[in-house]
């Protein structure tokens, strides 16, 4: 009797290894797991370009501006004194050179439950996707996410299952 199974695991594997070695080659932008994610991830971008984009995509009745983006990443440490050095440079770009970095990209959180009610918000967030190379910090895992806007638009009360759910 012939042994089918070995050359079959033989082959996954092979295969597996295919797969792999494609993903960790692809560009960051073919990588965006999320929709927030710039198609550009992988070039830096004029901070007009990145502000208009972030427009189109999250729209909202006060829309972004240049000059909020950078006052809000100019008083990245007074919200995070203890941001790393690189992390802190690389936002600083923002500031220093009116551009939006490689890997970095504006995200939106519109909704946000908690045991004390649902709220409907308009939190933008400046996100940076990974770590610069050659940094650790274990406190933030593999990237980095700064609010630059937070406004509370509307909220509702739990209703009594929902708080019921919540004390358990």
Known sequence: MVNFYKPKCTIMKILATIVIALVLTLP???LAQSKDIRADIDKDIPLA???RQANEQF???????EQEVIAAV???????????????????????????PRGVYFSHISEWHTPYGHFQVDWKDLTLTSLPVGSKDDKIGYGYNYRIRATFVSSQPL????????KK
């Open 28 to 30: 960051a932008s073919m």
């Open 74 to 100: 100019r008083a990245i440490k007074l919200e995070h004194p203890d941001i790393s050095e690189p992390i802190y440079q690389i936002y600083q770009r923002v500031v220093k050179e009116n551009l939006l």
């Open 49 to 51: 370009e990145a502000v």
């Open 159 to 166: 209703t009594e299952t929902e708080a019921k759910a919540y």
């Open 59 to 65: 729209p909202s009745a006060q829309p972004l501006t």
